[in-house]
């Protein structure tokens, strides 16, 4: 065949004629399915390896960890020759792809993290598995925080977020509605699991910058982020709601283009199902919804799954462009999935989709993208190019070497040891109280107590607040404060970190921070 890699167009394979994506509709998002073993990576790769091509960045998760070959040039394995020739692919030629691995563990990448006011409850109640009752007071203490503008960054930031709306439970009921110690209590809990799973390596900074996701290398290719998603798959809620996150951010941050000549940006949400696994019918929409506007930003959305039936219908007729391996059909329920699968297709009159489905060979799929006008191609059996890049998983020294040469690291390596608000804000309000409890003991010692005043400025019917220049504040506690002294520096902590932000803080659809924060 003459050549088959055009510049407006990705090579998926061969059926009758060569399969092609058109760039133009790669914001119009996909669907790759099929069963263990038939395929699905590989289609993945070559997908990847095709946008990063024409100049588009890509993200995917990894998580099988075989998906990081995509950083060294690919070896002739036979069946990539036999393949090769099977399709008459006569410009194959083996390549390595500008590749940068991230790890939430920052183990094998570099660490991708964010803050807590970022993320957002509800993202945050779905990743601590909170009730309806939980989630409403974890929305609450969210809003107090982002009415009073409180950043917070870490786990530690939550925790004395909670304890400051604890102590203040009252005034706080009265204004958002109740909250109950109790829930509050099995809120700290859901927490401490989390960082029993290692949450805090998740949340704090350096946060994530979009813009580190959108990179192009200098021979302007698309750089492929490639999340190592091994270990992360062993907390598949974590795992589904980190990268809806980042999909939220994509959405919030970018501006409209409407449809660009090529994406922005396409983003792989491998292992989809888990995203829905006993979601919430509110979250599902809220997906459903991101989905469909994020197209309008360049982004294109491609799920990975094993069944088209783990994807809502509403978020599954989004999908356009379509990679359908082989499904099993052993029970029912595969018998109605096969069903589902095909009835998604344009059919051919040249055979039966369904039977089709249950035949494919491996690296064989049914193909139907959008074609000139936005209708969907006729079904299409095709067998699926081999990748250029290898096939299999990069050795720890190779992942060593592409991690020393990667544009990122210098920004996101080095575990921060600033300072953040809550140490600074923590010692000194632990100061604060100690300098108290030394007053009240000389009070004691001369038996004539003196009854604060509380003329300072500093204070202004409620705690006392610090100012970054003042120092220690004049002002003293009331005397029938009986709050611990850890208390103290907790609620000072979450209160003054007010001043980083210092207005109302505006969320988005699915309560990550919104565009022009
Ligand atoms: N396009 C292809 N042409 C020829 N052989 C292929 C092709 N795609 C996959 N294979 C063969 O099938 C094997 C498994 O493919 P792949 O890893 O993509 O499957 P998968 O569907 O991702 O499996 P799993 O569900 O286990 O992750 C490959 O190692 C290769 O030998
Ligand atoms: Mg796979």
Known sequence: MPNLLLDDRLFIGASTKPEYLLLKYGNRHGLVTGATGTGKTVTLQGLAEGFSRAGVPVFCADVKGDLSGLAMTGEAKEWITKRVEEIGFEDYKTDQYPTIFWDLFGRQGHPVRT?????????????LDL????????????????????LLLDLKDLRALLIEVEANSKTISATYGNVATATIGAVQRALLVLEQQGGENFFGEQALKISDLMRTHTDGRGMISVLMADQLMQSPR????????????????????????????????????LLFDDAPKALVDKVEQVVKLVRSKGVGVYFVTQNPIDIPDNVLSQLSNRVQHALRAYTPRDQKAVRVAAETFRANPSFDTEEAITQLAVGEALVSVLEDKG?????????????????????????????ANSPVGIVYDKAEDRESAYEVLTRKARQQAEAEEARRAEEAAAKAPQRPTYEDDNYRGGPPRYREDSGPPKSKPR???????????????????????????????LGSLSRGR
């Open 238 to 273: 974590l795992y589904a709601t980190f990268l809806l996150w980042m999909l939220s951010e994509l959405f919030e941050e970018l501006p409209e283009v409407g449809d660009p000549a090529k994406p922005k940006l396409v983003f792989f949400f491998d292992e989809a199902h």
């Open 479 to 509: 005397a029938s404060n009986r709050q611990t002294v850890a208390e103290a520096a907790m609620k000072s902590a979450a209160r003054s970190m007010a001043s980083q932000l210092g207005r109302a803080i505006v969320r988005g659809i």
């Open 375 to 403: 209708i969907p191609s006729i079904v299409e059996r095709t067998f699926i190019r081999p990748p250029f890049s290898r096939v299999g998983p990069i050795t720890p020294e190779e992942r060593k070497a592409v991690m």
């Open 115 to 127: 803050t807590i006011s970022e993320m957002g409850p509800l993202l945050l109640s779905r990743i």
């Open 131 to 150: 009730n309806a009752t939980q989630e409403g007071v974890l929305n609450i203490a969210f809003k107090y925080a982002d009415d009073n503008g409180l």
